[in-house]
């Protein structure tokens, strides 16, 4: 009987992977990969740019660029501190 329950809940989870079109979305990168004349050497990597994902650099660029905002921001809440007048 655990079986079955098994196999249903087996088949129910590829149902919804069906539905939500993650099969389809998987199979496409796969095949793009296998028809790649150059296998990559981060086949993850690839699989995670074809899926729309953003690339090791891109990330490595966006946090350096969060990094200099909050930096910035600091400053200028610094600067606002020392020019605002006292609340009596």
């Known amino acids: ?22 099969i389809d979305a ?5 095949v793009t990969l ?3 004349p150059d296998r990559p ?3 993850v990597d690839f ?3 074809a899926l729309g994902g953003p ?4 990330f ?5 660029e969060n990094d200099e905002l909050k930096a910035k921001i600091q400053q200028l809440q ?5 020019t605002a007048p006292a609340e009596e």
């Open 1 to 22: 009987m655990a079986y079955q329950s098994s196999e249903s809940k087996k088949e129910e989870f590829r149902k919804y992977l069906e539905k939500s079109s993650v």
């Open 26 to 30: 998987l199979t496409k990168v796969l």
């Open 34 to 36: 296998y028809e790649e």
């Open 41 to 43: 050497e981060k086949p």
């Open 47 to 49: 699989i995670k740019k």
């Open 55 to 58: 690339s090791q650099s891109d």
């Open 60 to 64: 490595d660029s966006l946090k350096a």
């Open 78 to 82: 610094s600067q606002l501190g020392q």
